[in-house]
């Protein structure tokens, strides 16, 4: 007896049901963040702002700041240039100031080649040679460069040679010195600023000029200095 062969068919596989997001959602939704992002603010920071100098800051506080720096050179300056024995004598004096010569005994951290430096390059490019101004910072540097030209290293150059490094006639020095309270109630705090400069005479030990600025300043805010 012949065994009869029975088929079955199975039903086709149904395809599976993708979520409903479609290629255009998807762009729109990436173009949405794209905006978002390019528009949402920047509440970590401000941008920068360009400040005059002589004018007072958003950081203002107790202490110097850069509108003092550039008063109180810029009165060194004029005082300075209008005193006779030092800027209007024939034969135009030497002078020495650097850093090193200005002491800072006040509370706040500065750095004293601001004003220096400041007062210097004021002073040489307003005097137009009524002051020459020579340079001890630099001194072993000088000292090898005229061995070199002595020892035939290199040529003369073209000023020709001195016997010796300039003598100096005065030494511009000064001092940075504050007096600090604080009212524990309030908060506030206030500073008093002195800052002294005087002319030496380095062969007889006269003071031939002097100056001061000073100010006194109060505030609440405790602005960092550095």
């Known amino acids: 007896m012949a065994s009869r062969i029975r088929t079955f068919h199975l039903p086709a596989p149904r395809a599976r049901k993708r979520p409903a997001l479609t290629s255009a959602s998807a762009l729109a939704a990436l173009a ?3 905006s978002a992002c ?14 005059d100098i002589s004018q007072k800051g958003p950081a203002a506080g107790t202490g110097i700041e850069s509108r003092d720096i550039a008063a109180m050179t810029d009165e060194m300056m004029r005082d300075l240039l209008a005193t006779p024995d030092v800027s209007r004598r024939d034969k135009a004096p030497r002078v020495v100031m650097d850093p090193t010569l200005f002491v800072n005994e006040s509370s706040q951290t500065i750095n004293k080649n601001l004003i220096v430096d400041r007062l210097r390059v004021g002073l040489n490019r307003a005097g137009k040679g009524r002051m020459v101004f020579v340079s001890r910072e630099h001194a072993k540097a000088i000292d090898l460069e005229r061995d070199r030209k002595r020892t035939g290293a290199t040529d003369v150059g073209t000023a020709g040679m001195t016997e010796a490094q300039f003598g100096v006639d005065y030494q511009l020095a000064g001092r940075i010195a504050s007096l600090d309270s604080r009212n524990n109630k309030s908060g506030m705090q206030q500073r008093y600023m002195q800052v002294t400069f005087e002319m030496l005479d380095l062969e007889s030990g006269a003071l031939v000029w002097s100056n001061q600025y000073e100010f006194a300043k109060a505030a609440a805010d405790d602005v960092v200095y550095r």
Do not use: E
Request: aromatic share 0%.
């Open 32 to 34: 949405l963040l794209l």
């Open 38 to 51: 390019a528009t949402a603010p920047n509440s970590a920071g401000r941008g920068p702002v360009d400040i």
